[in-house]
Nanobody, 116 residues
Framework: QVQLVESGGGLVQPGGSLRLSCAVS?????????TAWYRQAPGKERDLVAVITSGGSTNYADSVKGRCTISRDNAKDTVYLQMNSLKPEDTAVYYC?????????WGTGTLVTVSP
């Protein structure tokens, strides 16, 4: 059974930094195509923040380009999202998604609150 567990969220002041982690456990049938971070602010839809493919290619939402970096540590089966220069509008629940040829897997999210 594949499980994704996010961690690293919390309360941070504007301009601060956080590093989110997504730990993956279990065997993914067909392998991992990509792993992504999404976020959902109160009353809004869930939006893509960043994605890293199995080949290591990355892509970012325009709203976080230059401020966020997605990376992975294959030895630890963990994907990270380094977030810098955080703004109040970055406040959201951040979710990790793993995509395989068969299905997607989601974590339960970690809350990031950016406030003075």
């Amino acid at each position: 059974q594949v499980q994704l567990v996010e961690s690293g969220g919390g309360l941070v002041q504007p301009g601060g930094s956080l590093r989110l982690s997504c730990a993956v456990s279990g065997s993914v049938v067909g392998g991992i195509r990509a792993t992504a971070w999404y976020r959902q602010a109160p009353g809004k839809e869930r939006d893509l923040v960043a994605v890293i493919t199995s080949g290591g290619s990355t892509n970012y939402a325009d709203s976080v380009k230059g401020r966020c970096t997605i990376s992975r540590d294959n030895a630890k089966d963990t994907v990270y999202l380094q977030m810098n220069s955080l703004k109040p509008e970055d406040t959201a629940v951040y979710y990790c998604k793993l995509s395989s040829p068969i299905r997607d897997y989601w974590g339960t999210g970690t809350l990031v609150t950016v406030s003075p």
